[in-house]
């Protein structure tokens, strides 16, 4: 790596083989790359220490099918807030026993109890400050233990460079909070999610068929609307990112 990459960018994991990444090669190789082959270069680059991180959300499955096509298994990372919804629950077993997924579940150390006995309906104040540690509680503070005690060096997500303003400014590679984050589906469109399930006959979620283009928790998502869609009916239209792809 030269001395002109950024200082942070040197102090990101290194490899199975122990060599330090050059970013910008790295991404120019990636756009070369179907997102099944970018999963399988996430595997290869950094074998265990390479994770996927799901919601188990709308179009989740996608990713999850992919990776199961892979030769090696790749243990897959949930974030379970506790307020999930009923039919995403039922979902996950379904995937998990569909593509034989091993999932490692990272909740808060805090139950929702606690959590609200101590700081109240954090989603119901209309305060971003309250989402933002709302958030920080259930989602971020639990996928950072969970990369810490399973010493993930790389994770991959299912965003995609439409869903928001933020994701619309993110590379198929990028460093958030000191690791890799590999964005296989980045340049994919809702049409390309939709046939792709088609395709492979992979079941949709159960709120699919219900208006959802997105859902996380219960308490901050909706389906789309005349006025509203994607990732503007979450969070009651205060925010459209929860954190874990903020550096």
Known sequence: MSTSKNIQQKQLPL???????????????????????????????????????????IQSAVSLHMLSQLQEKVQVIWIDTGYLPLETYQYAETLCELFSVSVWIAQSSISPGRMEALYGRLWETGSIEDLEKYHQIRKVEPLENAFEMNSVSCWASGVRGNQTDHRSSMSALDSIRGRWSLRPLLNWTKKDIFYYMKEYNIPQHPLFDKGYSTVGDWHSSAPDGQEISGRSTRFGGLKQECGIHIT
């Open 15 to 57: 490899t199975s083989r122990g060599e330090s990444l050059d970013l910008e090669v790295t991404r120019d190789y990636l756009t070369t790359l179907t997102p099944q082959e970018r999963l399988n270069w996430g595997l290869r680059t950094f074998e265990d220490k390479f994770t996927l991180t799901t919601s188990f959300g």
